[in-house]
């Protein structure tokens, strides 16, 4: 065999392995890292995230068009999205609001369609409020639209302050922390 013939196989090979790897990013999961403290203490600063695109279906690639995943977002989980006021970055926090609900911050508590939520990984936290979230003000959201919180109310950039999120703007869902070693878990 000669060199310019393995050469050749070495590109080949490179070139599957690339649209292979394009082809598992754009469809099946992504990698992020976690910057700030604003989901602390379910993932701090540092973690690196496995997100799941098929779970709520991945978007097709330059269009508004997304295929049929496997579930619908469900109240508690934790989203990656892409939030309305900053279209460069995604974002990760914890759903509370579906299209349709009502929510309430009241005494630093949540409430979601009259009850109050009673999840601990919710009520160790008292959530202030935003221009979305004012004491005692009820929010409906739109169809269609979500409402997002950071674990961390104190630090958190969300749904309070920018509104509500778009369904075509959610990525995936979180799945596991696999970075650092120590902090290996699925994400609750």
Do not use: C
Not at 65 to 89: E, T
Not at 98 to 125: A, Q
Not at 172 to 177: C, D, L, P
């Amino acid at each position: 065999m000669n060199k310019k013939s393995q050469l050749r196989e070495w590109i080949e090979a490179l070139v599957v392995a690339g649209v292979i790897a394009i082809f598992a990013r754009t469809f099946f999961f992504q990698i992020y890292k976690i910057p700030t403290t604003s989901m602390v203490p379910t993932l701090m600063p540092g973690d690196k995230i496995f997100v799941s695109k098929l779970s709520y279906g991945p978007k097709i690639p330059f269009t508004k068009l997304r295929i049929r995943g496997f579930s619908r977002p469900q109240r508690g989980q934790v989203v990656v999205f892409v939030p309305p006021h900053d279209r460069k970055k995604a974002y990760i926090k914890r759903l509370i609001g579906l299209p349709g609900d009502k929510v309430l911050i009241k005494e630093g508590n949540i409430y979601v369609n009259g009850e109050m939520l009673v999840d601990p990984r919710l009520t160790h936290y008292y959530y202030n409020q935003g221009d979305y979230a004012k004491e005692g003000k009820i929010i409906v959201i739109p169809e269609g639209r979500y409402f997002f919180l950071g674990d961390n109310s104190i630090s958190s950039l969300d749904s309070r302050y920018w509104g509500f999120v778009e369904e075509k703007d959610i990525v995936g869902k979180a799945i596991f922390i696999w970075w650092p070693p120590k902090r290996i878990v699925m994400i609750e």
